[in-house]
């Protein structure tokens, strides 16, 4: 962390990378098996102990819950993934800032691990392509192949 010219202070680009990490993490997080786990470590993390403080982070986390829920799919449930990945990676950059060093650092490490939490347990996602009985000829798929997508969830 450093202060700028006019006295602000500024994260250093690896905490900016952690909070923004973080965003995501909450975001892709919402409607999955991870969500608990990380809905309670964000809490705790950004109510810093308080209890009251504690509880609005949780009930901040579940309207993100039901705003991408309420978005559906497609384009404009990405446009509300977006908002809601920036409204989190702000806030928590704001927390970031206002620590000192050392907590700032142990913070940091929660949120990393919570960030490793998420992403271990993300749906995982696969594409099998089978072209059974299709012939290919200068990059053009010909004849009556079986095209076969999963994807899993």
Do not use: C, K
Not at 102 to 123: G, K, N, S, T
């Amino acid at each position: 962390m450093s202060v700028d010219g006019w006295g602000v202070v500024v994260l250093v680009e690896g905490l900016i990378a952690v909070a923004a990490a973080g965003g995501g993490a909450i975001v892709q997080a919402a409607g999955t098996d991870a969500w608990a786990g990380i809905r309670s470590g964000v809490a705790r993390i950004l109510g810093r102990g308080g209890s009251g403080r504690e509880q609005a982070e949780l009930e901040r986390l579940d309207q993100t819950r039901a705003e991408l829920e309420s978005a559906g799919d497609g384009a404009w449930a990405e446009r509300v993934q977006t908002v809601l990945v920036t409204r989190w990676q702000t806030r928590l950059e704001m927390l970031l800032e206002q620590l000192p060093d050392e907590e700032r650092q142990q913070v940091a490490a929660e949120l990393e691990a919570l960030v490793q939490q998420a992403y271990a347990q993300a749906p995982v996602q696969t594409t099998h392509n089978d072209f059974s009985n299709a012939t290919f000829t200068d990059s053009q798929v010909l004849g009556s192949g079986t095209q076969n997508n999963t994807i899993n969830r």
